[in-house]
């Protein structure tokens, strides 16, 4: 038995939740990737999967043995890197997630002026709001912000927003500006709860810190709706200043409450944790957090 090729298939038929899905992924026919599973199986004398006639899935044995087989396999990688140029010439696809709307005003741009230094890199970015499994879905590099709940990768900061508070010039013509935090509790704050904590704006000023408890008229899991519903006159927001940036500086939007402190927004670069990273996710790492130090909404 060829130990190596059955944990990949094991690993890709766990991955597609079939047979067809796996043998297919690695260019193979059903029954030749049913034979490596069943010669797997048989070695560690346990079952891997639940078969039925219309579901596949795994066992709480093969669950633990997936996560290991991905270790390991992951191990093989980085040491095949080690001792090839991809360690030391960044070529190959480099895949990227990020948040839709930093994605599309920074990430884009950067990867673009990337790719004229590095003829040997492509490129695939994915713009969602929420990575989901980096190993599972490829991904070598992903865009987020605040920590980072799952132990198994790495984060590293790369720059940080400041939060600011905006409106438009016809709602604050309309309904006045602002003065003191106290005031938004008379204004409608357009709301996205993915910034914690919900309804709640947190701010600093001489007397101190202090928490606003804001409501409004529109709340949203996604920096662009309530952008776009303040642009429309509807409330003020608290988002990242690389998000309004350009708003800003077209007369769109109008900062108030610029003298009191709000915690800014740490941007992220997630990646698996591996002790040698590869050549292309070490340029774009350090490229990226270079470019970013150059613009104006987002810092070191």
């Avoid at 590099?141 to 590293?156: E, W």
């Avoid at 003191?180 to 007397?207: A, M, Q, V, Y």
């Avoid at 698996?272 to 150059?294: C, M, Q």
Wanted: proline share 4%.
């Amino acid at each position: 038995m060829d130990k190596l090729t059955a944990m990949k298939v094991f690993v890709r038929v766990a991955k597609a939740g079939s047979f067809v899905g796996g043998a297919k992924e690695m260019s193979i026919s059903r029954a030749m990737a049913t034979k490596h599973i069943g010669q797997l199986e048989s070695h560690l004398g346990a079952r891997l999967f639940n078969r039925t006639t219309r579901s596949l899935s795994l066992t709480d044995v093969g669950a633990a043995y997936l996560k290991r087989c991905r270790t390991v396999l992951g191990d093989i990688d980085e040491m095949e890197d080690a001792v090839t140029q991809l360690h030391t010439e960044p070529r190959g696809k480099l895949k990227i997630s990020s948040p839709p709307i930093i994605g599309a005003l920074y990430i884009a741009p950067a990867i673009s002026e990337f790719l004229a230094i590095h003829n040997d890199l492509t490129v695939n970015l994915v713009l969602q709001t929420n990575f989901g499994d980096l190993v599972d879905e490829g991904i070598d590099i992903a865009i987020t912000f605040g920590g980072l709940d799952d132990t198994s990768h790495v984060a590293k900061k790369i720059a940080s927003s400041r939060l600011v508070v905006c409106g438009s010039p016809a709602y604050f013509a309309e309904y006045g500006k602002p003065l003191l935090p106290e005031d938004l509790e008379n204004h409608s704050c357009l709301i996205n709860w993915t910034f914690p904590p919900r309804n709640k704006w947190k701010f600093k000023g001489l007397e101190g810190e202090r928490e606003i408890q804001v409501h409004g008229r529109m709340e949203t899991n996604a920096a662009d709706p309530i952008r776009i519903a303040a642009k429309k006159d509807l409330g003020l927001v608290m988002l990242p200043e690389y998000i309004v940036a350009r708003d800003i500086e077209k007369g769109y939007l109008q900062v108030v409450l610029d003298d009191y402190a709000i915690a800014p927004v740490d941007i992220h670069a997630v990646y698996p944790h591996r002790k040698y990273l590869s050549a292309k996710v070490r340029a774009f790492l350090t490229f990226l957090e270079e470019w970013l130090r150059t613009r104006s909404a987002v810092r070191e």
